[in-house]
């Protein structure tokens, strides 16, 4: 795995092993940066349920301002740190071993853009987007990773849902602020 493109381009992240680790792959992640492109410089990221940090990273290796990282498990929060020092982009992120549904809960910063990819079948997806709302700017974008047998709201709030894209057996859901859905 390695950061596709912009500061850090072409550096090798290390990722988590074992079964229950499930990374989103290059052509998965390819898709969401062609999604957000022009939104992304600047901007402040969440990547809630890290594991490895990647997509976060990514975020900002492309020019984001910020990025926020939240995982439980220690092993995915030491991994995000060692691949924040590869890339040397540890200046611009805060990493935070917490249940990622309880920071979304006691957050006190607002993100433009946050990618949400929790374990499959938890419910935690659901939980997140019940949560998410209240932590997004106005005019921001999130980002969903499910499985395409998984049926997400329509709405979030006020975010509504822009548009859902398939990618084999994994889709990637997009909400915005229905102020900036046309």
């Given amino acids: 795995m390695r950061v596709i493109t912009g500061s850090a381009r072409g550096r090798k992240l290390e990722q988590l092993t074992g079964n229950d680790v499930r990374p989103t792959t290059e052509r998965v992640k390819e ?13 402040r990221f969440l990547d809630l349920f890290a594991g490895s940090g990647q997509m976060g990273i990514e975020a900002l290796s492309r020019g984001a301002a910020r ?22 982009l540890e200046e611009c992120a805060r990493v935070y071993r917490t249940d990622s549904i309880a920071f979304l809960g006691s957050c ?3 993100f433009d853009l946050a990618f949400i990819d929790p374990p ?7 939980q997140a987007l019940a949560n998410i709302e209240r932590v997004m700017n106005k005019g921001g974008i999130v980002i969903c990773e499910s ?7 329509d709405s979030l709030g006020e ?3 822009l548009r859902e894209y ?8 997009t909400y915005c602020h229905g102020d900036f859905a046309e």
Avoid: C, M, W
């Fill in 31 to 43: 898709a969401v940066f062609s999604i957000i492109q022009f939104n992304i410089e600047g901007r």
């Fill in 67 to 88: 990025a926020v990282f939240t995982d439980a498990s220690r092993e995915s929060i030491e991994i995000v740190k060692r691949n924040l020092k590869t890339t040397k």
């Fill in 108 to 110: 006190r910063e607002t």
């Fill in 120 to 126: 499959y079948g938890t419910g935690l997806l659901q």
């Fill in 147 to 153: 499985p395409v047998t998984e049926e997400l709201p």
């Fill in 159 to 161: 975010f509504v849902k």
């Fill in 166 to 173: 398939r990618h084999g057996k994994i889709k990637i859901t």
